[in-house]
Structure formats: C-alpha cells, structure tokens
C-alpha cells in the first residue's frame, strides 16, 4: 500500500502534483475563466460584508492559515486574524455575527479546532471548513466548506494535505478578489493559470531536487538545531519547515522571519548552525540578500531555497535547492517540497520512525 516507497511519508510528498491537482479539479475552469466554489458562491455576501476573517487551526494546518491571511488580504482586502484554535477558545475571542471563522483541519477531528468552531457558532459567526477527511466532525458541524481532495494522508506529518490547504486557500481568496472588485480580470486570468500550472512545477520540483536533497540531508543528520528563515508568504512556510524537521527527526528547529533574525537568532549562529533560508526572486529579495550575508559573516552554514538561475543567494550558499520561478503566493508550495524531503531524508538517516514519531498521533481527538 506504500505503493513501492519505503514510508507513507515519502509516497505522499510524491503525490503532491496528483493532490494539488485534485483538489483543482473541477474548481479552477481556465478556458471559461472562473473558480467554481459552490461554498463560496452560495455565502458570497456573508464574505464581502465580513468584519474580518479569523482562521483557526492547529499545527501545520495554522501554517497553511497564515499562509491564507497573506492570500485573503492581498486578494480579497478583506482583514484576517489566524489564531491557534487552543488560545482562541480560551480567551473570550471578540466574535459577532457579522464575523466569517474559517477552520482548517486535515483529519477534521482536532479537539481544540472543534470546540473553537463551536464557540464561534455561538456567538453567531458563519463557520466555514477546510477538511480533508469527507464527513469528518469538523466537516459536519460547519455552515460550509471546501474539502482538500489530498486523499488519506497516512504520515503523521502532514505533507500533501498542507500542499492542498495552500490549493483551497489561494483559490479562496483569487475568487473573493475577482468578486468583489479587488483583482482585475487580467490579474484574476493569470492567477489561475498559474495556479493550474503548479501541479507540474511541483513534479518539476520534485525531479529536479530529490537526489539532491538526500545527498546534502547526510551532512546534517548529526545537527543538534536548525533555523529556518523566510520572508512574507515564505515565513510560514520557514515555520512548517522546521515542524517536519522537529517532529521526525527529532532536531531542535525553529522558524523566523528573516528579519527577525537580528532581534535575538542571531546569536546562535555559529559554524555548526545549519540555516534554511526561502529565497525566491520575488517580493523583498535583496533583503533577503543582506541576511545571508549576515549568516555568512558569522560562518553559519546556508541551505538556500532559490529561483532557478538565481546568482546572487546562490554564491554565498554552501546549497543551493532551485525551484521554477512562480507568482510569489505560490511559492510557499514549491518551497515546501524540498523541504519535507529534507526533513525526510535527515529522519530516516537519524533511524526515526518517520510514519509514526514518537509521543504523536495522527489526529489529536484529547485536549
Ligand atoms: O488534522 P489537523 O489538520 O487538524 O491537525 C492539526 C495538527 O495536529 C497537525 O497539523 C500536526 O501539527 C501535524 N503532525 C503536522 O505535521
């Protein structure tokens, strides 16, 4: 059932291009130009006329969230708070009926989602859901929603499922955008023809950077910390690249924004620090430039995701990891890729239980 590969975990990133492209299917009608979202379009007007958007989520499905905020208020203009479901249940959150909470959850069971979603229903808010698993709890008890078609994630680290959250989310909010006057028709068209394309620069991605990937993962498997730094859309995608290293393999790994990285990281760097670092050629590129010198200057070790062809990140690397050049709010998906190989490839060098890491379960059904 592994399908010839040796973990769950590996099969799934594998079927990226397939799931992101499942969960397209039938939504994103390029020719005609519309994204087809029954969920959306039957609440058109409880989204426009939102107060703001509260994502709830918990873990990787928080990261794809913050990714949404990027997404909806670029797009849609419309306000977004992302907040772990554990905090908001707990603090008497400031939720009307004038309010759209959206509940991102791969196994639609998660305890503290599920009663964040429940609190927000009392208080009048429409609740939307982003699921994976058809029919699950969250799935039921929601006013709408759109479901990821990753198909069953089995891994306990979240990989294809997030992918296709980062899918449901940009499709979200492009839709919004085109319907509220935001986006331009032209912008909308070649948006979604990108979106469409990135099932296959995700299997671009994953041809072009495997073997690399679990080359370079042998000199890091005795690390004792990470850093992962990214800017703008790539910062979560810097947080869920250090959670899939912690959690299967076990090495201390944080995430930052790259600029946060002189109030404080930055004293860990030394010699032996491996730093990530997300750096497509888009948005605040040369900033980005200057921290890599920063991480240079103090001997850090620079494990860099690039645009293809990039020059100047890649000369001060010790790695470098292209992905194809995209729209920047789609890169956090190509970014991801090579990362959960990383991750990968370090946990199964270290001898972890990749499929199963200790103390975790798949869904987290108690509080
Ligand atoms: O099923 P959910 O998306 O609600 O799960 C949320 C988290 O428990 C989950 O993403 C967890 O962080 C994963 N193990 C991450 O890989």
Redesign the pocket.
Known sequence: EKGGYEHFMLKEIFEQPKSIHDTMRGRILVDEGIIKMAGIWDHLERFKNAHKITII?????WHAGLIGEYLIEEFARIPVEVEYASEFRYRNPIISDKDVVIA???????AD?MAALKLAKEKGAFIYGICNVVDSSIARITDAGSYTHAGPEIG???TK?FTAQLTILSLIAIKLGHHNGNLSKQDFMKLITELDNIPNKVEEVLASTHDYVKEISKQYADATNFLYLGRGYNYPAALEGA??LK?ISYIHAEGYPAAEMKHGPIALIDENMPIVIIAPKKGHYDKIVSNVQEIKARKGKVIAVVTRGDEQVASMADHVIEIPDSEECFSPILASVPLQLLAYYIAVLRGANVDQPRN?A???TVE
């Open positions: 989520a918990c873990g990787t499905s991102i959850s791969q196994s639609g069971e998660t989602t306990v680290a979240s499922a959670l899939k959690e975790l798949k869904s987290v």
